[in-house]
Nanobody, 123 residues
Framework: VQLQASGGGSVQTGNSLRLSCAVS????????LAWFRQVPGKEREFVAG????????AYGDSVKGRFTISRDNPKNTVYLEMNNLRLEDTAVYYC?????????????????WGQGTQVTVSS
């Protein structure tokens, strides 16, 4: 399974970005997908996730009401729509996938990872 994240960039506070994660390879084995983010010196933080069938939807507390995770099954792509971005949203964002059906909020529970895409929010 390969994950390819894209869509990061530099924006000002209050603006929006949409991240994409293209999933390829043995996609039939994937049950859950998630987005995490990480800043230097800190552990990866759970942002949003769900299972491939659309259930198990979960968001991190800091992004609830601002971020939306969605998927395009025919394209094997997962999106993260980020609205009303804040300075503290600045991080490298990673998409992750696993064969387990539940939506884990701990990075170590995910087997497959994309390469990360940088999101920088400035005032």
């Amino acid at each position: 399974v390969q994950l390819q994240a894209s869509g990061g960039g530099s924006v000002q506070t209050g603006n929006s970005l949409r991240l994409s994660c293209a999933v390829s390879g043995a996609t039939f084995s994937i049950q859950s997908l998630a987005w995490f983010r990480q800043v230097p010196g800190k552990e990866r933080e759970f942002v949003a996730g769900f299972n491939w069938r659309g259930g198990g939807l979960a968001y991190g507390d800091s992004v609830k009401g601002r971020f939306t995770i969605s998927r395009d099954n025919p394209k094997n792509t997962v999106y993260l729509e980020m609205n009303n971005l804040r300075l503290e949203d600045t991080a490298v964002y990673y998409c992750a996938a696993d064969r387990a059906l539940w939506t884990a909020k701990v990075a170590s529970q995910y087997e497959y990872w994309g390469q990360g895409t940088q999101v920088t929010v400035s005032s």
